[in-house]
């Protein structure tokens, strides 16, 4: 067997060895990729067209760099890849969308697995030795997976364990649902009422912007990277404000409850053109770009993407009523919103006395 030994202190010399094979293999042109440093006793394999040509033991402060060539021909170092983190997992049946995979030991040749006959991943890309991203299409079995990824004959265990989750949106229509199954939490002098048709309207007898509504019943992780959905119509020109949350938000204190939001839309009268929230972290407030309006007796949709975490994709759009995936978009925009808080509700801030409008639903 050759014997293969590290050398740290040349950049154009990494390997050296014995055997006219592995000086021919090396002979090629070479890229190199990036650095490596290795535990101690850590074996590594070097390939050539899936052949083993030799292995070494990493000694205690050697770094090693790692090298590939473009046709394949170098496999180079293969070593047991681990599943630290997945970062955008959560999913609803039969969706495709590209999600992040972190660890060691990935590599351009890594191979992605997901448990699931119905769970296909359509893309691999490898963006450095820590970083995988997978475009991945899931069936419409609900449950947990597992992520794998392999190193030829190595993989990632069990770090991967239960990463993928896949669940259908919890659908609330508040035309329906009663209004005591709902949790709600509301600031003294808030009134509720319910319409078959159009959803709830909330008001009182004066005009504030002190004051709230959560849904206590209904709530997720920040973390989970959901999509928040509200939908809403209105009767007349009013002010309110629909959104987002923290779970431990006390609708009885609140001064300015705008900014005490995570993040919410700005109703004013009969359109939409700024955002306001920022929950503990700051006054937040960001202009949307445009003056979107809002037509009476439609139903609109606001649709915050990561729960409007700072960079989410938001929009609004027009939907049926009956049907909350026939939509048409009218304007998306991209959040600045810098609020941070773990656990999230639906929040509103009823600010007109007359509740000229209605809460239809929420999805997430």
């Not at 039969?94 to 590599?107: A, D, H």
């Not at 600031?187 to 078959?196: K, M």
């Not at 409007?308 to 929009?315: A, D, I, K, L, T």
Request: glycine letters at 8%.
């Amino acid at each position: 067997m050759n014997y293969i030994k590290i050398d740290t202190n040349r950049n154009n010399s990494i390997i050296n060895i014995s055997g006219a094979e592995f000086v021919n293999l090396l002979a090629h042109e070479i890229q190199v990729e990036t650095n490596y440093d290795f535990p101690t006793g850590q074996k590594l394999f070097f390939y050539r067209w899936n052949s083993t040509i030799s292995e070494v033991e990493v000694n205690s402060e050697d770094t090693i760099k790692m090298f590939y060539e473009e046709n394949g021909s170098l496999g180079g170092l293969d070593l047991e890849p681990h599943i630290e983190n997945v970062i955008g997992g959560d999913f609803i049946p039969l969706l495709t969308k590209e999600i992040l995979i972190e660890g060691i030991n990935f590599s351009p040749f890594s191979q992605v697995e997901i448990s699931g006959e119905d769970n296909f991943v359509n893309t691999i890309y490898f963006d450095s030795p820590k970083k995988i991203r997978i475009n991945l299409t899931v069936g419409n079995n609900e449950g947990l997976f597992n992520v794998i990824i392999r190193n030829s004959d190595l993989h990632s265990q069990d770090s991967g364990y239960n990463k993928i989750s896949i669940k259908a949106k919890n659908v609330i229509d508040l035309r329906t649902t009663p209004i005591e199954d709902l949790g709600l939490e509301m600031t003294n002098g808030i009134n509720v009422e319910q319409d078959s048709e159009k959803g709830l309207r909330f008001y009182s007898n004066t005009s504030s912007w002190n004051r709230g509504v959560k849904f206590t019943s209904y709530f997720w992780n920040r973390n989970d990277e959901i999509t928040f959905e509200i939908i809403f119509t209105r009767v007349n020109d009013v002010n309110f404000m629909a959104g987002i949350g923290s779970s431990s938000l006390n609708v009885n204190t609140l001064n300015s409850a705008y900014y005490k939001q995570e993040i919410g839309m700005y109703h004013n009268n009969n359109k939409l053109s700024s955002m306001y929230g920022g929950g503990d972290v700051s006054n937040w407030s960001q202009g949307v770009g445009s003056n979107v309006i809002f037509d009476r007796d439609k139903y609109y949709k606001i649709k915050l993407e990561n729960s409007g975490n700072y960079g989410s994709r938001c929009s609004i759009l027009e939907v049926n009523p009956n049907d909350w995936d026939d939509e048409t978009e009218m304007h998306s925009w991209t959040s600045t919103c810098p609020a941070d808080d773990l656990i999230l509700v639906p929040f509103i801030i009823p600010q007109a006395s007359s509740g000229s409008y209605y809460i239809t639903g929420f999805r997430y």
